[in-house]
């Protein structure tokens, strides 16, 4: 992630200002493959087969669906608006510069949240593995575990998106003597800390694992699970 959003800056102070979006979320897909790939499925092999139904809203966390949703409103109203001049300094020193667009940034967080979409949906109906409850329980843990982890990523590109594109707007504002309105641009400033900080959450909440155990299986199953832990 860091990699990426350091790789994304550098490119909108170039000629490569559309692929910015598209460098971040290589680098974000990247990482994540890579932690999975080094994080491997609790229990192996098919298990037995269940009547239980598993369903894609049992596992996303519905608040940061909302926050996914919110910041996609509003880096689309970003878009619906005039583009400041690019960030790149072309019209200082040449006095024109190449048409800015944010087509490739709607575009590629269109296809990150759909990936998002598909991914969590496959991981969500693989088959189940493990023949006991334990086993059956840990298989369920991971399947939380790996959602989040995947709704938390879609959240924290999107997140440093909004706060590129808020503070890129609300640097056009505060130059009152081109028209732009100061009070405008405190307005943007302060959202786009507000997304500076959602990014934070999201990016720090990555290397955290929380106990979601009591959340993901049933109570009986959960307090076996304890139960064995405590005893080993």
């Given at each position: 992630?860091?990699?990426?959003?350091g790789?994304?800056?550098?490119?909108?102070?170039?000629?490569?200002?559309?692929?910015?979006?598209v460098?971040?979320?290589?680098?974000?897909?990247?990482?994540?493959l890579?932690?999975?790939?080094?994080?491997?499925?609790?229990?192996?092999?098919?298990g037995?087969?269940?009547?239980?139904?598993?369903?894609?809203?049992?596992?996303?966390?519905?608040?940061?669906?909302?926050?996914?949703?919110?910041?996609?409103?509003?880096?689309?109203?970003?878009?619906?608006?005039?583009?400041?001049?690019?960030?790149?300094?072309?019209?200082k020193?040449?006095?024109?510069?190449?048409?800015?667009?944010?087509?490739?940034?709607?575009?590629?967080?269109?296809?990150?949240?759909?990936?998002?979409?598909?991914?969590?949906?496959?991981?969500?109906?693989?088959?189940?593995?493990?023949?006991?409850?334990?086993?059956?329980?840990?298989?369920?843990a991971?399947?939380?575990?790996?959602?989040?982890?995947?709704?938390?990523?879609?959240?924290?590109?999107?997140?440093?998106?909004?706060?590129?594109?808020?503070?890129?707007?609300?640097?056009?504002?505060?130059?009152?003597r081109?028209?732009?309105?100061p009070?405008?641009?405190?307005?943007?400033?302060?959202?786009?800390?507000?997304?500076?900080?959602?990014?934070?959450?999201?990016?720090?909440?990555?290397?955290?694992?929380?106990?979601?155990?009591?959340?993901?299986?049933?109570?009986?199953?959960?307090?076996q699970?304890?139960?064995?832990?405590?005893?080993?």
């Amino acid at each position: 992630m860091a990699i990426g959003v350091g790789t994304a800056f550098a490119l909108t102070r170039t000629y490569l200002l559309d692929l910015a979006p598209v460098a971040l979320v290589l680098a974000a897909l990247l990482g994540t493959l890579t932690g999975e790939a080094v994080t491997p499925r609790p229990v192996r092999g098919r298990g037995a087969a269940s009547l239980l139904p598993r369903r894609v809203r049992d596992y996303a966390p519905r608040r940061e669906l909302i926050v996914v949703a919110l910041l996609g409103v509003g880096i689309a109203g970003f878009a619906s608006y005039p583009i400041p001049e690019r960030p790149d300094h072309e019209v200082k020193y040449f006095g024109t510069a190449a048409p800015v667009s944010l087509a490739s940034t709607l575009i590629t967080l269109g296809v990150t949240a759909a990936l998002t979409a598909v991914i969590v949906w496959l991981i969500v109906r693989a088959p189940q593995t493990g023949v006991n409850e334990a086993d059956t329980a840990a298989d369920n843990a991971w399947r939380h575990d790996i959602v989040r982890r995947l709704v938390y990523t879609c959240t924290a590109v999107f997140a440093i998106v909004f706060t590129a594109l808020a503070f890129w707007y609300a640097d056009g504002q505060w130059d009152w003597r081109a028209g732009g309105s100061p009070v405008l641009g405190l307005v943007l400033s302060l959202l786009a800390g507000l997304g500076l900080a959602t990014f934070a959450c999201y990016a720090g909440a990555l290397v955290v694992t929380p106990q979601r155990l009591q959340e993901s299986v049933p109570a009986g199953i959960a307090g076996q699970i304890n139960a064995d832990r405590v005893a080993g």
